[in-house]
């Protein structure tokens, strides 16, 4: 290959690389995974010939369906994996821009709260979900991607709908709702007001945290508003100099708390009616190196 073909196979890749990502990312809830897997659909354009490569009439396509088979394998391993992991699993959240938050389909298909509710769906429901339902991809694409006719995906597509409608969050709230509920949220938590965050949640919230045994994180969720109250309420004796501080993350409005006792945690919220009815934490430091800078995610 010549030095310009190289260079203008790999420009058409990178034109395409935060699609790809933010596929891999949504397919496998994990950044260190789908960094893999866009690097591996890497490796399998670049070992095209020059020939072969001038005959992708849709490089969008043809690289979503290689980065589709790969996630898919990788799903397929991490479902074992996950079969032995310490406590709840949660994603590995990200720092996202500001911008992402504008796209509300998409700010909300990469959601925390969304990411953990795909985990419910198998390896090939949430494919074929994640191609159509936030990409838009043709039925007969997403076919040849996963393997099956356009019928099955179809109806594979018809039933995960119906299983994520079921679980998903049914409030949308504005960026100014969702930061004075967040605020009220932090100055009780800050000040052990006990009164304030009974007001603040939901009467049957619902806490989840990740430490991954190495961590410490409640290894079940928590019910209901008095005893997430009373999980909560030691935080001002049990931190160290904790540093707190507002960012984009999954986008959305999260929280991170860098703690000299307790170690760094992440923490997304839910808001439904202007009360927060799920807490997700997430503190397992293998799943927080993504926090550095933005990642740009794109549909």
Same mark, same amino acid.
């Given at each position: 290959m010549s030095s310009s073909g190289a260079a203008d196979s790999l420009d058409l890749f990178v034109t395409h690389r935060s699609l790809l990502f933010t596929v891999a990312y949504e397919m496998l809830g994990s950044a260190a995974d789908a960094e893999d897997v866009v690097q591996e659909a890497w490796l399998r354009w670049s070992d095209l010939g020059a020939g072969a490569r001038a005959e992708v009439r849709d490089p969008r396509a043809y690289f979503v369906r290689i980065v589709t088979r790969q996630a898919l394998n990788r799903l397929r391993t991490l479902s074992r994996r996950r079969e032995d992991y310490v406590g709840e699993w949660l994603p590995e959240p990200l720092l996202t821009v500001p911008d992402v938050a504008e796209d509300v389909e998409l700010a909300e298909s990469v959601s925390i709260a969304m990411l953990t509710v795909l985990e419910s769906l198998t390896p090939v429901e949430r494919a074929?979900?994640?191609? %159509?339902? *936030?990409?838009? *991809?043709?039925?007969?694409?997403?076919?040849?991607?996963?393997?099956?006719?356009a019928a099955a995906v179809r109806q594979i597509v018809s039933r995960a709908r119906s299983h994520v409608a079921a679980r998903r969050p049914r409030m949308r709230v504005d960026r100014s709702e969702q930061q004075e509920v967040v605020q009220r949220f932090l100055a009780a938590v800050t000040t052990g007001d006990v009164q304030g965050l009974m007001d603040v949640l939901a009467p049957d919230v619902v806490l989840i945290a990740d430490g991954g045994g190495l961590a410490q994180a409640v290894r079940v969720p928590v019910y209901g508003a008095k005893k997430v109250t009373n999980l909560l309420r030691?935080?001002?004796?049990?931190?160290?100099?904790?540093?707190?501080a507002l960012l984009w993350l999954n986008g959305g409005l999260g929280i991170r708390i860098d703690d000299e006792a307790g170690g760094p945690s992440l923490i997304s919220l839910v808001v439904e009616d202007g009360r927060i009815a799920r807490i997700?934490?997430? %503190?397992?430091?293998?799943?927080?190196?993504?926090?550095?800078?933005?990642?740009?995610? *794109? %549909?």
């Open positions: 074929v979900f994640v191609l %159509r339902e *936030v990409f838009d *991809v043709p039925y007969e694409e997403i076919a040849e991607a996963v393997g099956k006719s030691s935080f001002p004796e049990a931190a160290l100099n904790p540093k707190i997700f934490a997430m %503190r397992n430091p293998d799943k927080l190196g993504h926090l550095e800078e933005e990642t740009q995610l *794109v %549909r």
